[in-house]
T-cell receptor
Framework: GAGVSQSPSNKVTEKGKDVELRCDPI?????LYWYRQRLGQGLEFLIY????????KSGLPSDRFSAERTGESVSTLTIQRTQQEDSAVYLC??????????????FGEGSRLTVL | GNSVTQMEGPVTLSEEAFLTINCTYT??????LFWYVQYPGEGLQLLLK?????DKGSNKGFEATYRKETTSFHLEKGSVQVSDSAVYFC???????????FGTGTRLTVIP
């Protein structure tokens, strides 16, 4: 497709289960970002991938969170042993190049995670 | 550190009313500033940006001026339309950062 695609759009899981969220960026975009948005809060940066460079993991909130990206394509965000505070909308974005000189990140519609 | 504080919503306006959504920031160095918009059922998209002090970003009738002296980047539109109903996010990129820092978003509803 033409835009950033995320799946699933909605996920309900039980506390303690593992979840995987997928992001398919725009073709040709070398940079990929994951953000989290909790209810009533701003977007919280999680992780950034740029080409084959080591990812910037500085925003991951705990070691239960991890993400991978295969080359310059699909990325998977994994949350292990989910907790209720992990409930949020997880947003993926991609952009051209490593820098943000244009500031134009292209966002998917997000994956809404609810942990019961 | 870097942070963005924006006006809490929701904001409800009648069509053709004047809109202001306040945004102030804290940043190290000389940040670039952005407004993103999220229309119902869609992903966030860039609305406008400004990369240095006194720059004015504009798009679709919206404007925002980068004010270093007041560390602000308020969004304005002279006459809103029903189609402007959306959530608006102020964001900044600090020098050397890989990511954007976002505000909490302001939901705007325009009624006919």
């Amino acid at each position: 497709g033409a835009g950033v695609s995320q799946s699933p759009s909605n996920k309900v899981t039980e506390k303690g289960k593992d979840v995987e969220l997928r992001c398919d960026p725009i073709s040709g975009h070398t940079a990929l970002y994951w953000y989290r948005q909790r209810l009533g809060q701003g977007l919280e940066f999680l992780i950034y991938f740029q080409g084959n460079s080591a990812p910037d993991k500085s925003g991951l909130p705990s070691d239960r969170f991890s993400a991978e990206r295969t080359g310059e394509s699909v990325s998977t965000l994994t949350i292990q042993r989910t907790q209720q505070e992990d409930s949020a909308v997880y947003l993926c974005a991609s952009s051209l190049g490593g820098g943000l000189s244009t500031g134009e990140l292209f966002f998917g519609e997000g994956s809404r995670l609810t942990v019961l | 550190g870097n942070s963005v504080t924006q006006m809490e919503g929701p904001v409800t306006l009648s069509e053709e009313a004047f809109l202001t959504i306040n945004c102030t920031y804290t940043a190290t160095g000389y940040p670039s500033l952005f407004w993103y918009v999220q229309y119902p059922g869609e992903g966030l998209q860039l609305l406008l940006k400004a990369t240095k002090a006194d720059d004015k970003g504009s798009n679709k009738g919206f404007e925002a001026t980068y004010r270093k002296e007041t560390t602000s980047f308020h969004l304005e539109k002279g006459s809103v339309q029903v189609s402007d109903s959306a959530v608006y996010f102020c964001a900044l990129r600090g020098g050397g950062a890989n990511n954007l820092f976002f505000g909490t978003g302001t939901r705007l509803t325009v009624i006919p």
